[in-house]
């Protein structure tokens, strides 16, 4: 028989579990949705749904959106005694507070940022912007999805056998939230997870060299793939993703440089060496 003091533990131990369990499958769930989101604007997706790069991809996003959303919740009660301050002609604190604030509101993120894309222009990148606003709205819509579909499990009683009105304005209000947290997330796939090295979750792959074998050359000349000045390999060429089977590389349209996935068969390279990876 178990005492009170080792049930407790117990308990413990299982509710640490599952949290585990929980945030490890909300981790996976989320990148593979964002990995596929990506892809699909080449019209490809994953055929590989055991990978553990999911979860990274996932928990980077998570941390990300956390960042973001909580930063701005900070900034945001500063802001609100803005115009107090502004009424009471205390200008210089007003210009303070909204300084201080805007830094509180980018800064963390901006520092996060420029650790993951090692890039000098960052400040400067449009991209950047809408994904800090996207990650903001992921983090809102998540937190109105939470608040919603808790009173709509709680409150999920019926009434004189009729279908409730307010039911039925909560489960809208469900849907609209889930429809923004897409929206938000595909603004993330293909706007800031390309600019991020792999390491952090991100998909920035390195540019390889293709070593073809002998009908390997040959496709890839059909394919109009870049060759170099020795005519026998291939790039630097992009990498969109890869799996034990296949390589999918990004090829520039010579006349419009709009970018289109290829899928290539493993076995019809020798090597696949990647190159020193630029990070200016």
């Given at each position: 028989?178990l ?5 407790t ?5 299982k509710?640490?579990?599952?949290i585990?369990?929980?945030?490890s499958s909300?981790c996976?769930?989320?990148g593979l ?10 019209g ?5 749904f055991?990978?553990?790069?999911y979860?990274?991809?996932?928990a980077?996003f998570?941390?990300?959106?956390a ?5 701005f919740?900070?900034s ?6 803005v115009?107090?301050?502004?009424k009471?002609?205390?200008?210089f604190r007003s210009?303070g507070?909204?300084?201080?604030g805007a830094l509180?509101?980018?800064g ?14 960052i400040?400067?990148d449009?991209?950047?912007?809408i994904?800090?606003?996207a990650?903001v ?8 999805l939470?608040?919603?579909g808790?009173?709509l499990?709680?409150d ?16 809208n ?12 997330m595909?603004?993330y796939?293909?706007?800031?997870y ?8 991100g998909?920035?792959k390195?540019p390889?060299?293709l070593?073809?074998?002998a009908k390997g050359?040959e496709?890839?000349?059909?394919l ?8 026998v ?5 992009e990498v969109l993703?890869?799996?034990e089977n296949?390589?999918?590389v990004?090829v520039?349209?010579g006349l419009t440089?709009?970018k289109?996935?290829i899928?290539?068969?493993?076995e019809?390279f020798?090597?696949i060496q990647?190159t020193?990876?630029?990070n200016?």
């Open positions: 028989m005492n009170s003091s080792d049930r533990s117990l308990l413990q131990t509710g640490f579990s599952g585990v369990v929980g945030v909300a996976f769930i989320l949705l964002i990995v596929n989101l990506r892809l699909a604007k080449f490809i997706y994953s055929p590989d055991v990978r553990t790069e979860v990274l991809v996932g980077v998570l941390f990300l959106v960042t973001a959303y909580f930063s919740q900070h945001l009660r500063d802001f609100k005694a115009p107090q301050h502004w009471q002609k205390h200008y210009i507070i909204t300084f201080f509180t509101a980018i963390p993120l901006m520092f996060v940022f420029s650790i993951m894309t090692i890039s000098t222009n400040f400067k449009w991209w950047l912007w994904s800090l606003m990650l709205g992921f983090g809102h819509y998540a937190r109105q939470y608040i919603r808790s009173t499990i709680i999920n009683q019926p009434t004189d056998g009729n279908v409730d009105a307010m039911q039925i304005s909560k489960t209000q469900l849907l609209g939230h889930t429809a923004f947290l897409l929206l938000y595909g603004i796939a293909n706007y800031l390309p600019h991020i090295p792999p390491s952090f979750g998909g920035n390195t390889v060299i070593i073809p074998t050359l496709i890839c000349k059909i109009a793939l870049p060759l170099q000045k020795n005519q390999t291939i790039g630097p060429i993703t890869e799996s296949e390589l999918v990004l520039s349209d440089e709009k289109h996935a899928r290539l068969k493993r019809l020798d090597a990647a020193i990876p630029n200016s």
